[in-house]
């Protein structure tokens, strides 16, 4: 006779990884990379559907080389425009990058501000260029906080990019993991829907990252080992790498260091 099982196990344990992010014409594509990579990168079936980095270091870069930490957040900035290239030619589909914690206004008023500019710059410069590579931006965190000029940025960098079907660029901007599940669990209650309906399909379709994979691999830079409150509750099953490299310093090889480990790591879900 069958075990019985509870109604509302975690699907993720009781089926294999999803592939509803890479499709029919994708799936093609990947076939194509898969001939043209050298044996020794991860092939696309081995390569991580959405991947997940915390930019750790910009700061401890910058006191490094007598610069200010904005000028470290700015060569960070720089940093991310050469891996989305990259990440985007490995075949990476969702990409999620965390850039302002809601701990960071704890932060000087000199350095928050600053913040939003390259934010802000960031996005208005970078728009076009992420729109004809085919990525599409969405934005992570409580957006009605910021400053409206970061916002009107962001709505429009939404609008421009909003076709692109290679990668999902997710920034987790003024972004916190419990922040996310208090919000989650107020718009379930607004909702009225009753108590023993709520399950972790509904907990995880009232967040932030809804329709969306997990992460499949969570990449730490600058030596710390934790998640700092960083999607909590989509990292449960994912993969963690972290390097000493500070964050300006993380570039295509590096990323692929990551991508060759967690191909080498079998992943079972609790089977």
């Given amino acids: 006779m069958p075990l019985a099982r509870p109604t509302d196990a975690p699907p993720i344990a009781q089926a294999t990884a999803s592939s509803a992010v890479v499709t029919g014409e994708s799936a093609a594509r990947q076939d194509v990379l898969a001939a043209e990579m050298p044996p020794s990168e991860p092939s696309p079936r081995e390569v991580p559907q959405h991947v997940a980095i915390i930019m750790d270091g910009n700061r401890r870069w910058a006191r490094e080389r007598g610069l200010s930490e904005i000028e470290g957040h700015a060569a960070g900035v720089e940093a991310i425009r ?91 901007f003024n972004y916190a993991g419990r922040t996310e599940l208090v919000d989650a669990f107020r718009q379930l209650a607004a909702s009225g829907i009753p108590a023993d309906a709520i399950d972790e399909a509904a907990i995880s379709g009232a967040l932030y990252t809804t329709g969306l994979p997990d992460p499949d691999l969570v990449v730490r830079t600058g030596g710390e080992q934790r998640l700092s409150n960083f999607l909590i509750w989509q990292s449960a099953y994912a993969e963690l790498y972290t390097c000493d490299l500070l964050w300006p310093d993380f570039g295509p090889q590096a990323f692929d260091a990551a991508l060759a480990e967690f191909a080498r790591r079998t992943r079972r879900f609790g089977r």
């Fill in 82 to 172: 050469g891996l989305l290239r990259h990440a985007v030619r490995r075949g990476v589909r969702v990409l999620t990058l965390y850039a302002f914690s809601r701990e960071n206004w704890a932060r000087s008023d000199d350095e928050v501000e600053g913040l939003f500019v390259l934010l802000e710059g960031a996005i208005r410069n970078e728009t076009e260029e992420l729109r004809h590579s085919g990525v599409r931006i969405r934005l992570l965190g409580r957006m009605d906080e910021l400053p409206a000029g970061t916002r009107a940025s962001i709505d429009e960098a939404l609008a421009e990019t909003s076709s692109g079907d290679r990668l999902l660029l997710n920034i987790a």
